[in-house]
């Protein structure tokens, strides 16, 4: 569970989530919208929208705030139609490969930030391709080991159509297909199996392992980046002993 997850988990134990909720509130608005202007308001009918919901309700979004959203991307008005999105991919301290998924009304601005946060953290931008051969579009789903047993949880998801249960430390990862994300995760929801995180990611075929002073560096991009308004998400293939996590969390 290197990565995208270690992250998450970090940033759980910092308690970051919800110091920055607000602008996590922000992040799901605009993907909100966009995902109503391109596919439609019907949450039933358009995947991504649906998906977008979802996440707002993982984060206790009030449902005026999703349904303003939804009107926004609908009717076109109030800046709607001025996002645009783009994905740079680049090299983090130690050789580990980052992709960034940007929403912008102004995309000189925003590489240009971009650009910056990677050079003054230890890393540097590359060519589109560079590093996303890497990574795969998948479904996650995080769960405490308290939660429930391996075993049980095995079959249970695979059962509901998942790819894969992972174990580490304190955690399983659920994975799956993005076409299955929901059926599994509603399998697990009506076990009453309650989940840290759930969410499409995009998860690394393989891993680069950072000591500890390359892993500071590296935690200090992940949080730069993810700071900065234009950024949707942010994910890397590092991975980080249990201790050295432990020490700079």
């Known amino acids: 569970m290197s990565g995208h997850s270690k ?6 134990k910092k308690g ?15 993907e909100i919208t ?3 202007r391109l596919g439609g308001g019907d949450i039933e009918g358009n995947a991504r929208l649906r998906q977008a919901v979802m996440a707002a309700k993982e984060e206790n979004m009030p449902k005026d705030n999703i349904e303003r959203a939804i009107k926004k991307g609908t009717g076109g008005g109030d800046g709607a139609n001025a996002y645009e999105e783009f994905t740079y991919e680049g090299y983090g301290p130690g050789g580990a490969a980052v992709i960034v998924e940007i929403m912008t009304d102004n995309k000189n601005r925003t590489v240009a930030e971009i650009r910056h946060i990677f050079s003054k ?6 060519e589109n391709g560079c ?7 998948k479904g996650s789903i995080v769960i405490d080991r308290k939660a429930i047993g ?3 949880l095995m079959e249970l998801a695979l059962d509901a159509g998942a790819e894969d249960v992972k174990t580490e430390d304190s955690e399983y990862e659920v994975i799956t297909e993005p076409a299955a994300f929901e059926a599994v995760k509603k399998a697990l929801d009506s076990k009453g199996i309650k989940h840290l995180e759930a969410r499409i990611s995009m998860i690394p075929s393989n891993t680069v392992k950072l000591e500890a002073g390359k892993a500071e560096s590296m935690l200090k991009l992940m949080e730069k980046l993810e700071d900065n308004d234009d950024v949707q998400n942010v994910y890397s293939n590092f991975d980080i002993d249990e201790d050295v996590m432990e020490k700079l969390s």
């Not at 590093?131 to 579009?137: D, G």
């Open 150 to 152: 391996e075993d049980d």
């Open 121 to 126: 953290h230890g890393g540097n931008l590359g």
């Open 34 to 36: 966009l995902a109503a």
């Open 7 to 12: 992250w998450s988990t970090i940033k759980r």
């Open 131 to 137: 590093v996303a051969w890497m990574f795969a579009k």
């Open 16 to 30: 970051a989530i919800d110091a920055k909720r607000g602008k996590i509130f922000t992040k799901i608005i605009k």
